[in-house]
């Protein structure tokens, strides 16, 4: 999977030095659920977009405190990657502008759960199907 974007390349090396951090990869998803919580509503109002970034976020969570590890790390690399994108206010399409600035992010996001689509299937069965964890 290869996206030819810059900020995504530079969210993949970003991705890459935090892939073995726990503690980073937990801040890293609960950032994201507290922006996703405090963004502008009308801009997310797209359920499945709002359900993809909470899934991420689990996936990403779950993998860090070692509860699921039944991902390829290129997968995961890329699952953060998009985290990372979606966080990072400065991308293809700033996030200031009002109406477009999450545009680039959903679209990169959309991208990288549909190629990962086979391993986010496992996880939600893994999930449904194991003893809930704290998060």
Do not use: C
């Amino acid at each position: 999977m290869q996206v030819k974007n810059y900020f995504f390349r530079i969210a993949l090396a970003q991705a890459a030095r935090i892939v073995g951090k726990p503690g980073r990869l937990i801040a890293l998803a609960a950032r994201m659920l507290h922006q996703l919580y405090h963004s502008n509503r009308r801009e997310l109002t797209v359920t499945a977009i709002r359900q993809q970034l909470q899934t991420v976020g689990r996936m990403v969570t779950a993998y860090a405190r070692g509860h699921y590890r039944a991902i390829p790390v290129k997968t995961l690399l890329s699952l953060i990657s998009a985290l990372i994108y979606f966080l990072n206010p400065v991308d293809l399409i700033p996030d200031a502008l009002p109406g477009l600035g999450l545009t680039d992010d959903f679209a990169v996001l959309s991208w990288v759960y549909h190629h990962a689509s086979n391993e986010v299937s496992a996880f939600l069965e893994w999930e449904a199907t194991s003893v809930k964890f704290t998060q």
